[in-house]
């Protein structure tokens, strides 16, 4: 073998390495745990966030460069947000990925610091990422990049350069926090938990992410007869409804766990008529949802309100079961949370 075929050779396995380490990198961490199938939905959750992320981001820059419509952005962001509420409100699983929460998405929004903060960062003339992550988390996330895209004080469709200065700032920033987040989930964090520890953080994920979607009702509902639509999340780009439902379906998706959830473990513990209370009760849930995407405009009438507290009544009911039912048979405590007293 002369020393041009050596070389040939080391580069085939090179390149053949560098494939295997590309490979590895897209694939959770293989255990032998329990709570192994809730953890590779989480892995995939992070990587398909991620992924919009980047998206969004090439979609945005492209945009700015004449070479994408806005409807393209708008639909990217779409994307993403469909993609962020599989990991939003779980407030469980590693502490370099939940310390990104804010930076990703800033709600409940009180008193519209969203709108406040970004008027005044459009006056800026340019920005970078590092100067966007040194600002509020309002100027950071989701949120804002909803703003400039949808809200009628940005002038992003007409062309406007401090707001593509700034869309393309925010989105870089996003890409570079999922980074962060789908790295954390390359490792099981749950991997050297006992039985009962992993039962107790399980539920815990399930009982958080349906607590802070019950608020995403609860708070535009305010009290029977006064609503407070503007407290929707994504009320500006009228999505509110559909992200709520994809909290589910992701909700549900960790209940079954590919045969080895919360599901199967009831019905190991001869829990089955439990077991299809909760199961029935997702598919009801998902299939009387509303047609429309937007909590703000069904707020407006009496009609869309009861519609709306009859979805809140739904998860309240599921609420019971997880929290309540499902705990006690597994002699589970679910402590507070993160949305607790907010």
């Known amino acids: 073998m002369n020393h041009k075929t050596l070389t040939i050779a080391a580069a085939i396995l090179l390149a053949g390495c560098q494939s295997s380490a590309g490979i590895e990198k897209n694939r959770p961490q293989s ?24 998206q969004l981001h090439d979609d945005s820059v492209q945009y700015c460069r004449a070479n994408r419509s806005l409807e393209q952005v708008k639909a990217a962001w779409r994307q993403g947000m469909e993609s962020w509420m599989h990991l939003q409100g779980q407030e469980r699983g590693p502490a370099t990925a939940l310390e990104q929460n804010w930076n990703i998405q ?53 062309g406007g350069n401090k707001e593509c200065s700034l869309l393309a700032a925010v989105t870089k920033s996003l890409v570079d926090r999922s980074n962060t987040i789908v790295e954390a989930w390359r490792i099981n964090p749950w991997s050297e938990l006992d039985t009962k520890a992993w039962h107790a953080e399980y539920l815990a994920m399930l009982s958080n992410q349906l607590d802070y979607s019950m608020k995403k009702l609860s708070r535009p509902l305010a009290k029977i007869g006064s609503p407070r639509p503007y407290f929707s999340e994504s009320w500006r780009s009228n999505s509110s409804l559909s992200n709520l439902k994809e909290n589910i379906i992701a909700m549900q998706s960790l209940y079954l766990a590919q045969g080895e959830g919360l599901d199967d473990i009831l019905r190991a513990e001869g829990e089955v008529a439990l077991a299809d209370n909760i199961l029935h009760q997702f598919e009801d849930t998902l ?32 609420k019971y079961l997880i929290n309540e039912e499902a705990s006690i048979k597994l002699g589970v405590v679910i402590g507070f949370n993160a949305t607790d007293g907010d």
């Open 31 to 54: 255990t032998s745990h329990e709570s192994q199938s809730v953890y590779e939905i989480q892995f995939a959750s992070a990587k398909r966030f991620n992924d919009a992320m980047r």
């Open 106 to 158: 800033f709600w409940p929004d009180k008193k519209n610091t969203t709108g406040r903060k970004m008027a005044a960062a459009t006056k800026v003339d340019s920005w970078d990422m590092a100067s966007v992550q040194s600002q509020s988390v309002t100027v950071q996330g989701l949120g804002s990049v909803e703003w400039l895209l949808y809200d009628t004080a940005s002038t992003i469709s007409v």
């Open 287 to 318: 299939e009387a949802w509303p047609e429309e995407s937007s909590l703000f405009e069904m707020l407006q009438t009496k009609e869309g309100y009861r519609t709306a507290l009859a979805q809140f009544n739904k998860l309240e009911q599921l």
